[in-house]
């Protein structure tokens, strides 16, 4: 349930028309080496995409390549990387653990390069969207777009065993254990979304797909409402299924991005 296999990196921004540039930076704290893909556009202003589940920086579920593409089209200049224990990274890949640490280091690399915090955007998917949401909660971001976020780690382990055909009194009578047996060997104690998006004083846009099994729309709403920042906003995403909104409808997704981010990224 912990442990994440390491997918290869199978391919480059090459195949989709883009300059790049190959790139590592350590994790803010216990400096694993990270690395990534740095992706020149022609703003000021950059953004960071943070994959999700057992992916790695190709993440085939999202596309990530093709909305880098389409991201820099529109003038930003984007980071795509590997969190450790994922494709070239370093280090040891667990669930839901340490992200925020990986996606420190790589704003880090962002000002770097002479971005500040204010004109650095993020874009999560599924568990890169929690965890882009606890490094928000504790550290200053321009803009954060969530998308598939689920509200708290015990629903979404609950829709995950339902789709798997598991029923929720057996995953109830197992997930008391299931919680010790983490914490003891992996220290990992669980930190809801929906607990930490308050501590967020960025804007957020949260993103829903109608068809998600793993989050409901109530659930982000919620989220929507314990954002503090008056330019938060939600979207539902019609007949799409979990974080598959660009990929359904790709112009209409890098639209309403690009404006979220046009709007609320703070250019010095």
């Not at 070239?88 to 915090?117: H, K, M, Q, T």
């Amino acid at each position: 349930m912990m442990e994440i296999p390491r997918i290869p990196v199978n391919g480059s921004p090459a195949s989709v028309g883009l300059v790049y540039s190959d790139v590592s930076f350590p994790t803010q704290g216990d400096h694993i080496i990270l690395k990534g893909w740095y992706l020149p556009g022609q703003g000021d202003s950059a953004i960071l995409i943070v994959h999700g589940g057992f992916q790695n920086r190709i993440d085939y579920d999202v596309d990530t390549l093709g909305l880098a593409r389409e991201l820099v089209k529109r003038g930003y200049n984007v980071l795509l990387f590997d969190p450790r224990g994922r494709g070239e990274s370093e280090g040891r890949g667990l669930s839901l653990s340490n992200i925020e640490r990986d996606i420190g280091g790589a704003v880090d690399y962002l000002d770097s390069r002479g971005y500040p915090a204010e004109s650095i955007g993020i874009i999560g998917f599924c568990s890169g969207a929690a965890s882009s949401t606890i490094f928000a909660s504790e550290e200053a971001i321009g803009a954060l777009v969530l998308d598939g976020c689920f509200a708290s780690v015990r629903g979404m382990v609950t829709r995950q065993a339902a789709s798997k055909g598991i029923p929720k009194f057996l995953l109830d009578l197992f997930i008391p254990g299931l919680s010790f047996v983490v914490k003891t060997f992996y220290g990992y104690e669980p930190v809801d979304p929906l607990n930490i998006a308050p501590n967020v004083t960025c804007p957020m846009l949260f993103i829903h797909e109608e068809h998600d099994n793993l989050t409901s729309l109530e659930e982000t709403y919620q989220l929507f409402k314990a954002s503090k920042n008056p330019a938060s906003e939600m979207w539902e995403v019609s007949a799409a299924e979990h974080s598959q909104a660009y990929k359904m409808y790709p112009a209409q997704y890098v639209d309403r991005v690009d404006y979220f981010f046009a709007t609320r990224l703070k250019i010095p």
